[in-house]
């Protein structure tokens, strides 16, 4: 069974430009969650999306979106980059239902500059 | 709020001896815990999950035990090896919220041959 993948891996963008990062579950996962890693604050919850729709929601600003597909894969996109954006961000898939154990794909670097 | 918490920050043992790894939680009310290991600049490999109702879980050298009451876990790692060496991250989520976990800093091992 495959795995979590996400794409692109690796990002370099400018601050004030837009980036879009995108996550594909494990097949038959409903739940898609985003995560932000960084040295200073660790790993931070973003938001997580089942069945196409936001069930949770974190504490970042605006410029962070996200959106969830019929096939489960998710995007989230973030506008107007700051330095401070740079960070691994992690996605994490679940069944939703019933089971609660999440897996996580390995990241996609994104440098701010 | 809940806050995770781990410690030690870093640890390094020996080959061959036991890893025993510390998590603290503030609010007893949690759905399940997460064991995770992180290689550097890798994804979170899930190594155990613990439901609120248990005790404890396995696996091959690996154990966790959960205190819900006094908010505590602890993750035993018998005979440890040098692949062992990573950062390990704990993990809880709440009931309605299965999909945003909540972490702690990690404790980043290092097991010399």
Partial sequence: ?113 | KQEVTQIPAALSVPEGENLVLNCSFTDSAIYNLQWFRQDPGKGLTSLLLIQSSQREQTSGRLNASLDKSSGRSTLYIAASQPGDSATYLCAVSITDSWGKLQFGAGTQVVVTP
């Fill in chain 1, 1 to 113: 069974k495959a795995g979590v993948t996400q794409t692109p891996r690796y990002l370099i963008k400018t601050r004030g430009q837009q980036v879009t990062l995108s996550c594909s579950p494990i097949s038959g996962h409903r739940s898609v969650s985003w995560y932000q890693q960084t040295p200073g604050q660790g790993l931070q919850f973003l938001f997580e999306y089942f069945s196409e729709t936001q069930r949770n929601k974190g504490n970042f600003p605006g410029r962070f979106s996200g959106r969830q597909f019929s096939n489960s894969r998710s995007e989230m996109n973030v506008s107007t980059l700051e330095l401070g954006d740079s960070a691994l961000y992690l996605c994490a898939s679940m069944l939703g239902v019933a089971s609660y154990e999440q897996y996580f794909g390995p990241g996609t670097r994104l440098t701010v500059t």
